[in-house]
Structures are given as structure tokens and as C-alpha cells.
T-cell receptor, first 113, second 112 residues
């Protein structure tokens, strides 16, 4: 059982480039989320989705776009990469309802030069 | 603005000792308080969680203590082992668990 799969695992970009971070889950979870992890700041929510076709902004959405065309996939797009977006990005999924644990992927480590 | 504040930032304990990590929150709408454990190169994994209608929850060597009036909760790791060395995050969410607000994280080192 693969769980939550994120690709790529590592990526280096130049300022101004765009790219898409991929996230796929095979648990038929309705909820999916993107977080970024920075030293001393924990994980901060970027965007989330409660089902296919439905997305909403989290705490730090600027510079990122998302879409949810299928239950399984939730890609995160960086429109014009900036050094401030250097971070480790985690995708998570969960079933709806209270107290449902979020299952995280192993992250994408992104460096913007 | 950090809605969930976590301390200490780092913690070193000896094997067999007790590790204690504390968190405080501001939003009284939070009603689900999980703790996540993260090993290097991996994503966070749910360790234990509590709802505010109980003051304590224990699972094996891990215990959450919850003080609703003080808006604080803590993780206690009894008989700490070197394999417990990891980063621990407290978190909170309101209504549904899809939007988690995390604390800053605590890097725990358990010396053999």
C-alpha cells in the first residue's frame, strides 16, 4: 500500500522558474492538503481540498496554485519561484470527519537559487 | 502569528528518562489535538491525539495531558528510548481534521 506519494523528492530551481509538485494518494481520501516546513516554524498550511473540484487557501497561499480534478491527485504549482519558497513541502490526505488522522508523504525538498 | 506555541525547541534526555513537551493554543474553537512524530527524511506520522472532553489519554509509553482552562496540552514519553529520537509536533484543528495548525516542533534526542 503506497499511501501518499510525492514527486520529485528533490528539486533545484532558478528564481522565476515554474514547476509542479506532484501528490497522489491511493487510500480514496477526500481531504488533501499541502504544507511547507521551515526550521523553527513547524508546518504551515498552503492549500487544501475537501474533494474533487473543491480547493481553498490555507495560511500561506501566496505564490502557489492548486487544482483537484481527481480524488487521487492534488498537484501544487509554483508560478514564479522565489528564494523565499525554498522549503520542504509535504502533502497529506485524510478521510472526512473529526479526528481522522492525516497521512503524510515523505516530502519534496525544494531549493530556489 | 503562531496560534499553537510549542516548547522546548530541543530536548535531550537519558535513556529511561521522561520526555515532556508542552504546547499552548489560542483559538478556543480548536477541538482536536494530535501529536505527530517525524524522523529525518520522512513525513510526520500521527503518534497520539486527544479531544478536549478528556484530560488525559495514554497509549503505551505516550501520554497526552490536556488542560482546557489553561489552553495547554503536553506530551509525556515515559521510559524514553534512543529510537524515540525524532522531531515532535503538536497540532490543533477545529471541527474537521483537514486543517491542522502546527506548533514549531521539538527535536528530541535520547542518549543511550
Amino acid at each position: 500500500n503506497a499511501g501518499v506519494t510525492q514527486t520529485p523528492k528533490f528539486q533545484v530551481l532558478k528564481t522565476g522558474q515554474s514547476m509542479t509538485l506532484q501528490c497522489a494518494q491511493d487510500m480514496n481520501h477526500e481531504y488533501m492538503s499541502w504544507y511547507r516546513q521551515d526550521p523553527g516554524m513547524g508546518l504551515r498550511l498552503i492549500h487544501y481540498s475537501v474533494g474533487a473540484g473543491i480547493t481553498d487557501q490555507g495560511e500561506v497561499p501566496n505564490g502557489y496554485n492548486v487544482s483537484r480534478s481527481t480524488t487521487e491527485d492534488f498537484p501544487l504549482r509554483l508560478l514564479s519561484a522565489a528564494p523565499s519558497q525554498t522549503s520542504v513541502y509535504f502533502c497529506a490526505s485524510s478521510s472526512p470527519g473529526n479526528n481522522q488522522p492525516q497521512h503524510f508523504g515523505d516530502g519534496t525538498r525544494l531549493s530556489i537559487l | 502569528q503562531q496560534q499553537v506555541k510549542q516548547s522546548p525547541q530541543s530536548l535531550i534526555v537519558q535513556k529511561g528518562g521522561i520526555s515532556i513537551i508542552n504546547c499552548a493554543y489560542e483559538n478556543t474553537a480548536f477541538d482536536y489535538f494530535p501529536w505527530y512524530q517525524q524522523f529525518p527524511g520522512k513525513g510526520p506520522a500521527l503518534l497520539i491525539a486527544i479531544r478536549p472532553d478528556v484530560s488525559e489519554k495514554k497509549e503505551g509509553r505516550f501520554t497526552i495531558s490536556f488542560n482546557k482552562s489553561a489552553k495547554q496540552f503536553s506530551l509525556h514519553i515515559m521510559d524514553s528510548q534512543p529510537g524515540d529520537s525524532a522531531t515532535y509536533f503538536c497540532a490543533a484543528s477545529a471541527v474537521s481534521g483537514s486543517r491542522l495548525t502546527f506548533g514549531e516542533g521539538t527535536q528530541l534526542t535520547v542518549n543511550p
